[in-house]
């Protein structure tokens, strides 16, 4: 019998599953310093991206029954990996669930910034009609640039082809694909082509943010910026003088530099589209998560 904790939930059908092939799947939630001791009685540990396991905790419980760190997502950087493994413990994510989802959120940023819907509602609902002050943009007919061309970024630009739009991407490695209608260049050429420009990159510590003022002074005038990535990838001090400036003409954003975050100069903007790192939050994947979750389980340790 495996015992698995799973500190930030866990799809009730993925708990059901396991406990059905007779593993112990615990719900409870605990803290870092909790977790020092209460892990070493686990096989495997199931987190998303509320629980950090860094390498004060990894210390902790190396040598432990632990063998295993699920993170029921696509990022892993609240996981220190190369540690965690250097100590024997497999790390593993579930790359091929939250695509979909993701995607989808991106366009309904893109959507939400082009046509004013976020600040529309709000003054709405102060009691105001402001029909002549939203005078929006169409997709259709734009350049949509995207910074890394992963599974997410290939579902944006599936869908965004659909809607009409020119596609270019920047990728650091090749990558093979069928989607028509995309073309690949430098990372410099797509910031200065695109009219709108969608992050799909994890937060790497050692390099910081690649999107901030040297970028946004690329950008054509009326630029709109997405990130449903990770916080971190766009210097949000930045960003908020490029709105302020008129350089950038909307901003749809889901995840930030601290989470939750306290930028409310940020999530204020009347040309912000803000989410609360929802990405992956819907039935359907949360669903395919549990599947690839318990999969990972089995295939690691049973």
């Not at 803290?31 to 991206?49: H, Q, Y």
């Not at 650091?172 to 797509?190: F, K, L, Q, R």
């Not at 200065?192 to 799909?200: Q, R």
Request: with cysteine.
């Amino acid at each position: 019998m495996l015992r698995i904790l799973a500190n930030d939930g866990m799809d009730k059908a993925a708990v059901d599953h396991l406990q059905s092939l007779g593993h112990e799947v615990c719900l409870d939630t605990y803290s870092i310093e909790e977790l020092k001791t209460e892990l070493k009685d686990f096989d495997a540990i199931v987190i998303r991206s509320a629980t950090k396991i860094r390498a004060e905790l990894i210390d902790a419980v190396a040598g432990s029954r632990l063998k295993l760190i699920v993170r029921a997502g696509v990022g892993v950087d609240n996981i220190d990996v190369k540690y965690a493994e250097e100590k024997g413990i497999t790390v593993r994510n579930t790359p091929y669930s939250s695509s979909a989802s993701v995607a989808e959120l991106t366009l309904a940023h893109m959507f939400s910034v082009a046509r004013f819907v976020g600040v529309a509602t709000a003054t709405m609902r102060n009691g105001e009609w402001n029909k002549k002050a939203y005078k929006g943009t169409e997709i259709s007919g734009k350049t949509l640039g995207l910074i890394g061309f992963g599974r997410i970024a290939q579902e944006v630009a599936r869908k965004a082809t659909v809607l009409g739009m020119r596609v270019v991407y920047f990728d650091h490695h090749p990558i093979e694909h069928s989607i028509s209608g995309c073309t690949a260049e430098s990372m410099e050429d797509v910031i200065k082509e695109a009219d709108y420009i969608s992050l799909h990159v994890p937060y790497i510590k050692e390099i910081g943010p690649i999107i901030q003022k040297e970028q946004f002074d690329m950008m054509k005038d009326g630029v709109y910026l997405i990130n449903c990535a990770r916080g971190g990838v766009v210097k949000e001090a930045d960003l908020l003088d490029a709105l302020n400036s008129g350089k950038v003409a909307g901003a749809g954003i889901d995840v930030f530099e601290e989470e939750p975050t306290k930028n409310m100069e940020l999530i204020n903007h009347p040309l912000v589209s803000a989410t609360p790192h929802i990405g992956a939050s819907t039935k359907e994947a949360q669903e395919r998560i549990g599947v690839e979750t318990y999969n990972v389980i089995l295939e690691e340790l049973a």
